[in-house]
């Protein structure tokens, strides 16, 4: 018995000290545990949205929490946004604008739907309803215009905006794209499985959109979406947040994933977290802040992305799966990615249009899982390419972009 303890000693230490440091940590709780819907920072403290209680506030750290209701006549909240420095929140009944002197709130709108995402640039402010579009507003919220043309969904549950324009997840339409800050909108789903849109995180980078048939991503601001599940052991994504490079998902029973390679391969990153249902992220300070379904608000380091890696929670691909380079179009370097569910002989080769062979990247035994390989192509003209995968009696062939 000795020699056994003694033998499972360091792996005991290694256990435990894995679990002091490198785990998600519920923050003190302020009262009966409801759904927090959203969380956003503003200034120097983190606003938390509840469902059915109103907006809370902490300064540090989420050690301790104090209400901010004054004027807020609505307790369900559901969205929020910062624009031209003010503070914003979407509610069942309408929106609200913090006023940070005083801390109240003052109403705004016309509105008498579900107010399900808010969103801003510099100038403009958008809100997204249940059943009536989108309103946009250009006087920080004072009045409001309904903006759908185009919009073949008036039920609107999510917005994100990026430098390729406004992105909108409706309900059953899948997501819509506007690049005239929301005068008309065009349907971006090619490629994008599922049309009915749990979350959408839109970037400079990547736009990711979590649907009924999992999680999608894009590269060229929704005109081609692919599937983003590689690693992903939960059929709905419920929302995302970004930090430094790392994008985040919350999922609704499994917890939090990472991608730090832009959505095609993720990583969980739920240790100690309690409550699989996760509703809503945020990067605030040092740490991920997660909202959960009915465990209140967690924390986890976001230091530990350099340090902790659960390798007991990744599982081996099941299929083989070709990823869309990234980025795509590129210069000077793009990175392709695949997934291998067993050992397998493998070549990957890029070709020109008409077929013809440009460079081999990968011509040997390769053992299952995933791998990735860099094209810096030299003296090539811009234009139009492909990659092709073969791996047993497996083919697949996708197009790639050089733009100079």
Request: net charge negative; with cysteine; proline share 3%.
């Amino acid at each position: 018995m000795a020699t056994v303890m003694k033998r499972f000693l360091p792996f005991l230490v290694m256990l435990l000290s894995h679990i002091s440091f490198a785990q998600w940590i519920q923050t003190t709780e302020p009262y009966d545990r409801r759904s927090i819907n959203v969380l956003g920072v503003y200034g120097s403290m983190l606003f938390a949205g509840i469902e059915g209680g109103g907006v809370f506030v902490t300064d540090d750290f989420g050690n301790s929490w104090s209400t901010m209701g004054k004027g807020l006549t609505e307790s369900h909240i559901s969205s929020l946004t910062v624009s031209n420095n003010n503070l914003f929140v979407g509610t069942q009944m309408g929106v609200f604008l913090f006023n940070s002197n005083d801390s109240s709130w003052t109403p705004l709108g016309p509105f008498t739907n579900y107010i399900k995402a808010l969103a801003s640039s510099d100038t403009m402010l958008f809100a997204a309803t249940s059943g009536s579009g989108v309103y946009r507003s250009t006087n920080s919220g004072t009045s409001w215009t309904p903006v759908n043309s185009g919009l073949e969904d008036l039920w609107v549950r999510n917005l994100s905006m990026s430098n390729g324009g406004i992105f909108a997840g409706t309900q059953s339409k899948g997501v819509y794209r506007s690049t005239n800050n929301g005068t008309s909108w065009s349907a971006v789903n090619t490629g994008l499985e599922g049309l009915w849109v749990y979350s959408l995180m839109a970037h400079d980078s990547a736009i990711f959109v979590g649907t009924s048939e999992g999680i999608f991503y894009s590269t060229d601001n929704g005109a081609m979406w692919y599937d983003g599940d590689s690693g992903i052991t939960a059929n709905i994504v419920t929302c995302f947040a970004e930090h430094d490079g790392v994008s985040f998902a919350g999922t609704a029973g499994n917890g939090v994933f990472l991608s730090n390679d832009h959505g095609i391969h993720w990583t969980a990153w739920k240790y100690g977290l309690n409550n699989g249902y996760v509703s809503s992220l945020t990067a605030y300070g040092e740490f991920l802040f997660a909202g959960t379904g009915q465990d209140w608000i967690w924390r986890r380091s976001l230091s530990e992305l350099m340090t902790t890696v659960e390798r007991s929670e990744i599982q081996s691909p099941d299929r083989l799966v070709l990823h869309q380079n990234y980025p795509n179009p590129f210069n000077p370097t793009t990175t392709i990615s695949f997934s291998l569910p067993s050992r397998s002989f493998v070549s990957l080769k890029v070709l020109d249009v008409i077929g013809r062979e440009i460079t081999t990247l990968v011509y040997e035994e390769l053992s299952a899982g995933d791998h990735t390989r860099q094209w810096t192509p030299s003296n090539m003209s811009s234009g139009v390419y492909f990659y092709r995968l073969q791996a047993g009696s497996f083919s697949e062939t996708k197009e790639l972009i050089l733009m100079r």
